[in-house]
């Protein structure tokens, strides 16, 4: 994908989105067209990543019931659930202080793994998926699939799949109030064919994108009950998220800029995480093989560090009149999401 640059602070920008939000008369009204979609079945990813070893593990569902604390502490279980352990394994093991909740192909992978760099953060590698799959293991669970971490070390993980759950801002709150939430963003219409084409890479027979994009062609009604299309409408999973946590326990990260200038963004993550700004533009290299931005030393290790093949995937063509039907169905959503947020993404142009 090529990277869109955003520049929220220049004036151009700010001018454009002053101008646009004026222009919108956007009514968010529990009557309008989103009503219903909580209903709708989201497929989320069977695929448990594991970057670090730099292989991604495919597992049947099952696999993501995830083994007894007790098994976890005698180490009786993969290390794809361990995160970085002290080197005289001290500390204790405590619930994260902060999520990365989504969004599903919006790079929470690549936020993830350079959030790692940073000492103060320990991080679980593998995707729990406790808020929403494997709740009823409780939290003393959740806690176990958690690395030691020592006084001020931040506790994190990331499971993308969050920020679409309708119950897991509710249970978040209940674990703590105080949690904070990262969401990477990326450009709805890209983000629902990148997330196509990962379901295309496991089914090759499924339909085209363009054909699961319609409910009917003719008419070019979308299908919103899609989950491709479905998880792109920020602004009304952002909602849900509102009713148990204030603005600014929650940041947005551009998906956009942590390609086009990954330290940009990991300082405002910093920031946002009250952590000392460690981490900056000497961590990274831009490999041109690649086409990302690649860690120059991965934590724990002196190589250097790019995603798996599973990241940056190619991405098939799609019919330019479904891209711009698209377009157009996400603009005012967009728009929204841009007013919540007070932040330009600029996906509209
Ligand atoms: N540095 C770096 N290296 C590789 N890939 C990068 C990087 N930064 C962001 N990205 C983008 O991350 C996209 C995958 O997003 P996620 O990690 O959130 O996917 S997942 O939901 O966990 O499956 C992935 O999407 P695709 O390009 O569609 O494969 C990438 O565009």
Redesign the pocket.
């Given at each position: 994908?090529s990277p869109s640059p955003v520049k929220a602070s220049s004036n151009r920008a700010a001018g454009l989105f002053e101008e646009r939000t004026k222009r919108l008369v956007y009514e968010w009204t529990a009557g309008s067209e989103l009503m219903g979609y909580g209903a709708a079945r989201l497929s989320s990813?069977r695929?448990l990543?594991d970057e670090r070893a730099g292989q991604v593990l495919e597992l049947p569902e099952e696999s993501l019931i995830l083994p007894p604390p007790d098994l976890v502490a005698s180490r009786k279980v993969s290390p794809r659930f361990a995160g970085k352990l002290s080197p005289l394994g001290e500390g204790s093991k405590k619930l994260p202080q902060a999520l990365i909740i989504g969004v599903?192909?919006?790079?929470?992978?690549?936020l993830l793994e350079f959030l790692r760099v940073h000492p103060d953060i320990r991080a679980v590698g593998a995707e729990p998926h406790f808020f929403d799959r494997n709740y009823e293991n409780g939290l003393e669970w959740y806690r176990e699939l958690m690395p030691k971490t020592l006084e001020g070390q931040i506790t994190m993980e990331k499971t993308?799949s969050y920020f679409v759950t309708r119950e897991a801002p509710a249970r978040i709150s209940a674990m703590s109030r105080d949690t904070k939430l990262i969401v990477?963003v990326r450009d709805p219409v890209t983000r629902a064919i990148?997330d196509y084409?990962?379901t295309l890479s496991k089914k090759p027979d499924i339909p085209s994108f363009e054909s699961l994009t319609f409910k009917n062609r003719t008419t070019g009604l979308i299908d919103t009950s899609w989950s491709a299309i479905q998880i792109g409408i920020y602004a009304k999973h952002l909602d849900n998220w509102l009713q148990y946590f204030p603005m600014d326990q929650i940041l947005f990260v551009s998906?956009e800029r942590?390609?086009s200038d990954?330290a940009g963004e990991l300082g405002r993550v910093q920031d946002f995480l009250g952590l000392k700004r460690i981490i900056t533009d000497k961590h990274f290299y831009f490999n041109q093989t690649?086409g990302?931005?690649?860690l120059k030393k991965a934590e724990g290790s002196s190589k250097p560090h790019?995603?798996g093949k599973?990241?940056?995937?190619t991405?098939p063509n799609i019919d330019p009149e479904v891209v711009q039907r698209l377009r157009d169905f996400y603009r005012p959503f967009n728009m929204k999401f841009y007013q919540m947020t007070g932040r330009f993404f600029g996906w509209d142009d």
């Open positions: 994908t990813s695929v990543a599903k192909k919006g790079g929470t992978r690549a993308p990477v990148s084409t990962q998906g942590l390609i990954p690649k990302f931005p690649c790019c995603l599973t990241k940056g995937r991405h």
